[in-house]
């Protein structure tokens, strides 16, 4: 087995993650020898279909609104440190991500630097509409003939590998599967088969545990009291230290807060795992069943054991399609009988809407009770035991097919200030352009991943 050990950090987990966590990140990276690798995953369904929208407006857009946030800081330093960047934030328009960056580099005086970029997950332009909507859809809202405002398929890890092996400074994707931007850089590295299953397992789980970036170091996993993280305002994100055989430590820039121990690794392996025997991927089937962790230090998880399956012959694809628009309003009421202001607020709303014509769904909670479960059908679903004295914000929603209607539900809130009980304060309203989303099963063979390298 080669001693080669390839250092792998992600510092985003969503697009709007932190904006300073790679700067650790590169600072720890830096002093280790061998290959290493910063990833940035910022690549959500919804957040793909809005940049669809974007581009349709302005053909120089389409990739990530934080690109820049998350590139100029850490930019040069990187460069210099000889740690190669990886990253979704192409989303509609890689190319135009890459331009972007370049540009970045030449701003701050930067060497000429060279960005490679996968294509071939739009399939709307591969295959077209007609294909699209015959696909399997296995979950999500049915097709039918709704507008289709975009249509990408998950594209595996190889694709990234090659572009890597373009001696890329930078790599910026689309859609790919989320561990891809960690599976590829490890198989350019070790030279990993495609039908080498026990290893691209490995490293698929390597990706998955990073993909989500502090997830696995204690964010989203603190609750205080029974799982206590330090220092969480300044947690660290994660790294993977990977070995030719797909083996890998867990861990975090040293000084920074948060934890990695055997709890925070087993939440994250579990998140949106549906069959821990089964997971399936662009690349291989996923199976954890036999994974092993061992502790080997503070903020140190060995991850071992994983195991593959061949890949599927189909590819997963998230079709998105016009949603409507959603109208919201909220006000609130403090004080003595808080409550039964609340409650009449609502009341007036509701009565308001049916007056006026608009004859849809209305959700409305009263945020500070049980304002997590649905209350669409007519019900305000509150307890008697919340006092009548105390703090509570009406919320109101409407999903409309038209922004007009969702504006005047929006109004009735605003109107409550003055026409509805007294002592209403702190209205905020919002109207947003609706995507619905539809996921489907399409032949691989027709699917063809690109590699453009600027």
């Known amino acids: 087995m080669s001693d080669k050990i390839v250092h792998i950090g992600c510092a985003a987990g969503f697009a709007g993650d932190r904006f300073d966590a790679s700067l650790p990140m590169v600072e720890s990276l830096a002093k280790h020898d061998g290959p290493r690798y910063l990833t940035f995953e910022v690549l959500a369904e919804r957040t793909l279909a809005i940049a669809h929208r974007e581009r349709l407006s302005n053909p120089d857009l389409g990739y990530s609104p934080f690109l820049d946030t998350y590139i100029k800081p850490v930019l040069g330093q990187a460069i210099e440190a000889g740690v190669r960047i990886v990253s979704n934030m192409g989303a509609a328009n890689p190319r135009g991500a890459a331009r972007r960056i370049k540009e970045i580099a030449r701003e701050q005086g930067l060497r000429e630097i060279t960005v490679a970029v996968v294509e071939g997950d739009d399939l709307v332009n591969a295959i077209g509409e007609s ?117 890998f430590v867990v861990t975090k820039p040293e000084g920074t807060g948060g934890v990695v121990d055997e709890r925070t690794i087993k939440e994250q392996i579990l998140y949106e795992m549906h069959d821990p025997a089964s997971y399936l991927t662009a690349d291989v089937v996923l199976d954890i069943t036999g994974v092993e962790l061992v502790q080997q230090g503070t903020d ?50 509701r009565e308001r809407c049916h007056d006026i014509g608009i004859d849809l769904p209305l959700r409305v909670d009263i945020i500070g009770t049980l304002s997590t479960f649905d209350s669409i059908d007519g019900e305000l679903r509150m307890r008697d035991d919340f006092p009548d004295d105390g703090d509570y914000r009406v919320r109101v929603a409407v999903r409309a097919p038209d922004r007009e209607t969702a504006r005047k539900v929006s109004d009735e809130v605003l109107s409550l200030y003055c026409s509805g009980p007294a002592g209403g304060g702190g209205v905020r309203q919002q109207i947003t352009n609706r995507v619905d989303t539809a996921s489907v099963l399409v032949d691989r063979t027709r699917v063809t991943p690109l590699v453009h390298v600027l």
């Open 300 to 349: 140190r998880v060995a991850v071992s054991g994983a195991r593959g399956h061949p890949r599927t012959q189909t590819l997963k694809a998230t079709v998105s399609m016009d949603g409507g628009w959603l109208g919201e309003g909220e006000i609130s009421y403090a004080g003595p009988n808080a409550r039964k202001r609340a409650e009449l607020a609502a009341r007036v709303v």
């Open 131 to 247: 294909e699209i909507r015959a696909a399997k859809t296995i979950e999500g809202i049915n097709i039918g003939d709704r507008e289709i405002l975009a249509a990408n398929t998950y594209l595996g890890a190889f694709p990234v590998a090659e572009a890597l092996a373009s001696n890329a400074d930078v790599v910026v994707t689309g859609r790919v599967t989320d561990p891809s931007i960690v599976l590829g850089p490890l198989i350019h590295e070790f030279g990993w088969k495609e039908d080498d299953w026990q290893r691209l397992a490995g490293g698929t789980l390597a990706g998955h545990l990073l993909e989500c970036g502090a997830q696995v170091t204690g964010g989203y996993f603190a609750d205080p009291g029974f799982k206590d993280v330090p220092n969480l305002a300044n947690v660290g994100f994660p790294i993977a230290e990977v070995n030719a055989d797909a083996q």
